[in-house]
């Protein structure tokens, strides 16, 4: 079985920063495009920063220059390292990847962590 696990989330004042984590785990071929998304009390989930197997990123425009996305060495574990966080940055934040599952001959499986709250306090 292939499972996200995120960590990182927690409450932080305005000016502050976090990094969260999602590691990939079970019997997994290949990783392909990975992301973050953030979803806000009555709002819709929105794609928060994203970037491709090969290193290409690409963000949300309220979270550019704050943000960063990576995943170094190509591991399975990938981070969203978050600074300068607001009060409108309060969301529950899940990870998100194309898999490719060993047990599949081709294509890939969306993958979703669980969700980790970040609470950005004024």
């Known amino acids: 079985q292939v499972q996200l696990v995120e960590s990182g989330g927690g409450l932080v004042q305005a000016g502050g920063s976090l990094r969260l984590s999602c590691a990939a785990s079970?019997?997994?071929?290949?990783?392909?495009?990975m992301g973050w998304y953030r979803q806000a009390p009555g709002k819709q989930r929105e794609l928060v920063a994203g970037?491709?197997?090969?290193?290409?990123?690409n963000y949300a425009d309220s979270v550019k220059g704050r943000f960063t996305i990576s995943r170094p060495n190509g591991k399975n574990t990938f981070y969203l390292q978050m600074n300068s966080l607001k009060p409108e940055d309060t969301a529950v934040y899940y990870c998100?990847?194309?898999?490719?599952?060993?047990?599949?001959?081709?294509?890939?499986?969306?993958?979703w962590g669980q969700g980790t709250q970040v609470t950005v306090s004024s």
């Open positions: 079970g019997s997994i071929f290949s990783i392909n495009a």
């Open positions: 998100n990847a194309d898999i490719r599952p060993r047990l599949l001959s081709s294509g890939t499986i969306e993958y």
């Open positions: 970037i491709t197997r090969g290193g290409s990123t």
